[in-house]
């Protein structure tokens, strides 16, 4: 079993649509959780950390975290083109709260058409 | 924008040959980190540094090694490509407090190895 796994894609939703992206890690120790964008021929940048169960809201951007389920999602509401690009789910292993490494997933790539 | 340089950006080389990947940050973190990434696939993490004279080798075994002398220099080498070195390598950096989850990526280099 893969430490984090994303559901395959790819996603494709029409312009203001909700588009939604799953992720499941298979550490139940694991703390900290994130999800990167990376646009086609560029480099991943993050845009959203999660650590609490619960819903993290961020503009348009939702992070919702089960622990219990292990199990971290990312909600895009009213989608935009310039959302269409490959999102990384990420989770911390090891290291404390001074160090560590991001474990990232397979990546789902959404495409949002007008 | 982060500044973390990676040079240079594409390489094409025949087998055999030794090769460097240079990475630099101006942003004095202390730690480090080389990613690998195919096209479609996960990053996966072959080399990580905490601080100078400090290296570790990530969960993806890789035949290539790096060295951190200077704080802002984090350098990765094949002593002999093979086509199966062929792969995207992504530099990246953290913060030195702490671990927040973000890391500033490089733009990557493309090797390709004949």
């Known amino acids: 079993q893969k430490e984090v796994e994303q559901n395959s894609g790819p996603l494709s939703v029409p312009e203001g649509a909700i588009a939604s992206l799953n992720c499941t890690y298979s550490?139940?120790?694991?703390?900290?959780f994130f999800w990167y964008r990376q646009y086609s021929g560029k480099s991943p940048e993050l845009i959203m950390s999660?650590?609490?169960?619960g819903d993290k809201e961020d503009g348009r951007f939702t992070a919702q975290l089960n622990k219990a389920s292990q199990y971290v999602s990312l909600l895009i509401r009213d989608s935009q083109p310039s959302d269409s690009a490959t999102y990384l789910c990420?989770?911390?292993?090891?290291?404390?709260?001074?160090?560590?490494?991001?474990?990232f997933g397979q990546g789902t790539i959404l495409t949002v058409h007008p | 924008e982060a500044d973390i340089y990676q040079t240079p950006r594409y390489l094409v080389i025949g087998t055999g040959k030794k090769i460097t990947l240079e990475c630099s940050q101006t942003?004095?973190?202390?730690?480090m980190y080389w990613y690998q990434q195919d096209p479609g696939m996960e990053l996966h993490l072959i080399h990580y540094s905490y601080g100078v004279n400090s290296t570790e080798k990530g969960d993806l075994s890789s035949e290539s090694t790096v060295s951190r002398i200077r704080t802002e220099h984090f350098p990765l080498t094949l002593e002999s490509a093979r086509p199966s070195h062929t792969s995207q390598y992504l530099c990246?950096?953290?913060?030195?407090?702490?671990?927040?989850?973000?890391?500033?990526f490089g733009e990557g280099s493309r090797l390709t190895v004949l």
């Open positions: 990420a989770v911390k292993v090891g290291g404390g709260t001074s160090y560590g490494k991001l474990t």
């Open positions: 999660i650590y609490s169960n």
């Open positions: 942003m004095g973190h202390d730690k």
């Open positions: 990246a950096s953290s913060e030195s407090r702490g671990f927040t989850g973000e890391l500033f």
């Open positions: 550490d139940r120790g694991s703390q900290s």
